[in-house]
């Protein structure tokens, strides 16, 4: 699996503002916010894509939805709503090869996104 800068990130071998950690999942504050909360939530084990993601996979991307829903919660971001994301490759606007939920939120979000 290549290396990617979110690798290099848990490596701690560039910096970030990171907001969470655990034994699975990392989540640091977007270089290039979209919104007045943009954080990122990756699993610590690489998947490149949504499109690689396995059955076996299946526990690790629902504990990523979990973190960044109870981080939103934790951070009194529920209430007023937010939004998470996954882009898969080009049509979807995926830059950065190493699964992603964005975490959106502090803003009317629109629909559709365009
Ligand atoms: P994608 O377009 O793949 O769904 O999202 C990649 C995200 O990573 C983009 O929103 C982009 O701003 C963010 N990003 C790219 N490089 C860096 C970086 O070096 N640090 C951080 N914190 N975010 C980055």
Redesign the pocket.
């Known amino acids: 699996m290549g290396d990617t800068?979110?690798g290099k990130?848990i490596r701690r071998e560039?910096p970030?503002?990171i907001v969470y950690e655990d034994d699975d999942v990392l989540a640091?504050?977007?270089?290039?916010?979209?919104a007045p909360v943009?954080v990122?939530f990756i699993p610590k084990r690489a998947i490149a894509t949504l499109d690689d993601a396995q059955p076996s996979d299946a526990a690790l991307l629902g504990t990523l939805l979990l973190a960044a829903a109870a981080y939103a919660r934790n951070e009194g971001l529920a209430k007023d709503g937010y939004r998470t994301?996954?882009?898969c490759n080009d049509h979807?606007?995926?830059?950065?090869?190493h699964l992603?939920v964005?975490l959106l939120a502090g803003r009317q979000m629109h629909w559709p996104p365009g």
């Open positions: 800068l979110f990130i560039i970030a503002d640091f504050r977007d270089i290039n916010p979209q943009h990122l994301v996954i882009n979807g606007g995926q830059t950065v090869f992603h964005h």
